[in-house]
């Protein structure tokens, strides 16, 4: 454990892959075929970016202006709120690793995870500045504040589309197709998962009034 943490050849390949996401945001169709293909990118990296989208996600909370943001304190349960973020990843990453795997998708669930996180690159970039921003704006000039934060989901979900297209080397065409379609998949996992923790719950009430008669008629 310590001589991972002190080897100075695996922390340099961490920043360099780290450092590497800056030019797949600017290059999304040469940088993510490299990022995979070449082997450019790393699954520390993809975490980092992660951890730091989570991360601003939480501090906005907190630190963006009131006129932004309204937050109720005692009803926010944080756990479930990272959940909220973390679920939907999960769900995609699942998604359309299933549906391209039967469909000559190149990619494996371990790229198509990386690629997506380092997708999302644009959102702390633009958000940690953007949060700060927000509290030295007025209410005329909210418009701005709207229009910057809808760029950087909308930038880090058309890095997430062309990652898609570059790993499972599909074309344009039959990238928007599966992107719909791992969208629709997402939602059936939903739906299917709500059917299973529905039949579970009701299974599990079932047994406990089954045992509170038997209790009772003894």
Known sequence: MLEALTNKEKWNRYWDSLKFSLYCMTHPIDGYWDLTHEKRGTMAAANTI??????????????TSFIFITVYWEELNIFLYIASILFPLA??????WALTTLFDGKGRLGQVYMATCYAMVPYPLI?????IFSNFVTVDEAE?????????????????????????EYSFGKNILFTVMSLVAMLIMVFILMLFFSMISQGVAYFISLGKELLFRM
């Open 91 to 96: 769900l995609w990453v699942v998604g359309n």
């Open 50 to 63: 992660l951890f730091l989208s989570v991360l601003i996600r939480l501090l906005k909370l907190r630190y």
């Open 127 to 131: 958000q940690f500045p953007l949060m």
């Open 144 to 168: 701005f504040y709207g229009i910057l934060s809808f760029i950087s989901l909308l930038y880090a979900a058309l890095l997430i589309v062309t990652a898609m297209g570059q790993i499972h």
